[in-house]
């Protein structure tokens, strides 16, 4: 049973491009979570969906960021025209449907570098 | 005020020692709280729930004061391999997404 899978592992983008990182949840696992981690902090939450829906916003940056899990495919984290505090450790985690059962298992994650 | 803190440390203690680790919380309506453990930058790993009654996993013992909003980490005899930083985790009620505390860490000595 393979764990959560982040792909790129390592991203690197000039100021101005755009950023896709993609996550396949764990078999099973229908809720998938994405965190940012800075350099020396802690991890950040951004967004929570289900399949085909946002439940949970409330950590995303209002502009650039958007994301998207749908019906067929890996989730997918998008960040428009980048600049260099967006430069951190993306990490996403996936968790079983069922209600109370709030533990994640995340992926490697991705480390984003904007030039 | 944050919603998860906890002392960054580090904590520095030598092969055996017992080391103990503090996180408080804002939110009394969080329901869930666990211990996470990270290395060096890799992605988080659970370590363990905690529950009101306290739970203990081999040399881990974690403790919840729900009064005091208050959540403890117990690590005895400790090993080279438990550096990391441990994380304090909650969520609030009617929210899965889990709150991370910016972390506690740990440099175990020989």
């Known amino acids: 049973n393979a764990g959560v899978m982040q792909n790129p592992r390592h991203l690197v983008r000039r100021r101005g491009q755009e950023a896709r990182l993609r996550c396949s949840p764990m078999k099973g696992h229908s809720h998938v979570y994405w965190y940012r981690q800075l350099p020396e902090e802690g991890l950040k939450f951004m967004v929570y969906?289900?399949?085909?829906?946002?439940?949970?916003e409330s950590g995303m940056p209002k502009e650039r960021f958007s994301a998207e899990f749908p019906k067929e495919g890996p989730s997918i984290l998008r960040i428009q025209q980048v600049v260099r505090g967006d430069s951190a450790a993306y990490f996403c985690?996936?968790?079983?449907?069922?209600?109370?059962?709030?533990?994640?298992?995340f992926g490697s994650g991705t480390q984003l570098s904007v030039l | 005020r944050k919603e998860v803190e906890q002392d960054p440390g580090p904590f520095n203690v030598p092969e055996g020692a017992t080391v103990a680790f503090n996180c408080t919380y804002s939110n009394s309506a969080s329901q869930s709280f666990f211990w996470y453990r990270q290395d060096c930058r890799k992605e988080p790993k659970l370590l363990m729930s905690?529950?009101?009654s306290g739970n203990e996993d081999g040399r881990f013992t974690a403790q919840l004061n729900r009064a005091s909003q208050y959540i403890s980490l117990l690590i005895r005899d400790s090993k080279l391999s438990d550096s990391a930083t441990y994380l304090c985790?909650?969520?609030?009620?009617?929210?899965?997404?889990?709150?991370f505390g910016s972390g506690t860490r740990l440099q175990v000595q020989p």
């Open positions: 969906l289900q399949k085909e829906n946002i439940i949970d």
């Open positions: 985690a996936s968790s079983p449907p069922s209600q109370g059962n709030e533990k994640l298992f």
């Open positions: 985790v909650v969520n609030k009620e009617g929210r899965r997404a889990l709150t």
């Open positions: 905690v529950y009101s």
